[in-house]
C-alpha cells in the first residue's frame, strides 16, 4: 500500500526524522492560511501517489500567501500526468503546503528490503532527486549500501559510514547518520517495503532534511497496523483493484486481452505463460484462491468482464480444494446473472472433473470447454483476436 508524500512526512516526524515545516490543504483559502501561517517563501506540492511530479508542474514555489492560494488553485482538480502515473493522469485532490528549503545539496536515501541477502538494504547517493533508475543504470558506483542486521538493525557504525559516504562532515555528518538510523527505524516498525527520501537536502544553513518522502507498505503486515491502514486513500487505486481488494481477490491488471481466472499463485504464472506461447496476452491476473465460493466466483466474473480490454476469458483451475463441480455452478450462475457476452474457454482437471464438463456441456451456454492448458490457451487466443 502506498501512501501520500504529507502523511508520510508526518508519520517519518514521529520517528525523529526531520522535514520542512508544513501542512496539507483541499482548498486555494487553506493553502493561503497555510501559508501565512509559515511565513515567507512556500512550496505548494501536488499530493498524487506517483514520483515525477517536479517536471511535470505538480510542484511550485510560491512567495506569498496570494500566490500560494492561486498555485493551489491551479493543482487541485487538475490531473497530474507524469512518467509514474496512468496515461490519463491522477487527479490532484490535496496540496501540502511547506516553508520553501534554500538548497544547497540533493541527495539520496532510501531502505528497502534486499531479496537476496534476506534483510534490509539502506541505500545513499550524492546523485539526490533525480531517478535513482537512471544512477543505478548508468553510474551504480555512486550509490552505497549498507545491508541490516536481522536482529541488530542498522547499526551506528553503518549509519556514519552512509552519512560519510554521503559527503556530510561535522554537525551535518551526525545529523545523517541519526536521520539514516531513524528512517530505517520507521521501516522496520511499520513493516514498509520501501522508505524513500529523494532528495534528502543539505539546506544553505546546514540543516539536513527530508525534502521528498514516499513510504510503501507490506500489504500482508497490514493488519497488525491500523494506523497506517487508516492512511489509504482509495482514490489514487484503480477501481478495478479496490473492488478485488474488497472480496479478497488477487487482481493484477495487465496490458492484453485475455482474461484470466484461476486459483492459485502458481498457476496464474503458468497461465500466463501459457497464453504468452499461444501468441496472446494475458488482461491480469485474477487468483480466486483455494476454496473460491460461487459468489467468488461471481465477482472474478464481474471483474474480469468490466475491464473493456478484455476480449475472451480463459478459466484454468485445478480442482483441489476447489471440486470441479463447484467451479461449474459457479461459472455458469454467475454467467447467467452477468448476462456475459464475452467467450469463455474452461480448462478444468481434478476432483468430480467428469461431473464439472457435463454441466458445463448441459448449461445450454456457449462456453468453450478445453482439453488441456495448451489447447485452452490456444482457443482463447483465438477468440480474442476473433473478437477484435
Ligand atoms: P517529485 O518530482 O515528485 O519527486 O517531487 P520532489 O518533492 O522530489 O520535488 C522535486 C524537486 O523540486 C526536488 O528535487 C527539488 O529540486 C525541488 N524542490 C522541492 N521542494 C523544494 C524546496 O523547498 N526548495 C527548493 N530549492 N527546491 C525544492
Ligand atoms: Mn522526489
Redesign the pocket.
Known sequence: MKIH?YQAKALLREFGVAV?RGDVADSPERAHEIARALGGRV?V?AQVH??????AG??Q?AESPAAAEAAAKQLLGMRLR?PQTPPEGIEVRRVLV??????RA?LYLAVTLDRARSTEVVMASQAG?MEIEEVAARSPEKILREWAHPALGLQPFQARRLAFGLGLAGEQQKAGGTLAQNLFACYRAKDCSLAEL??LVVTTDGRVLA??AKLTFDDNALFRHPDVTALRDVHEELPLDVEASRYGLNYIKLDGSVGCMVNGAGLAMATMDIVQLAGGEPANFLDVGGGASPEQIENAFRILSSDPSVKAVFINVFGGILRCDRLAAGVIAAVRKLGLKLPVVVRMEGTNVELGRKMLAESGLALTTATDMGDGAQKVVELARAAR
Open positions: 508524500e520542512p512550496v506540492k506517483a514520483g515525477g511530479r517536479g517536471k505538480g510542484i514555489l507524469t511547506e516553508e520553501a528549503s534554500p538548497v540533493e532527486g529523494n532528495p525534502l521528498d
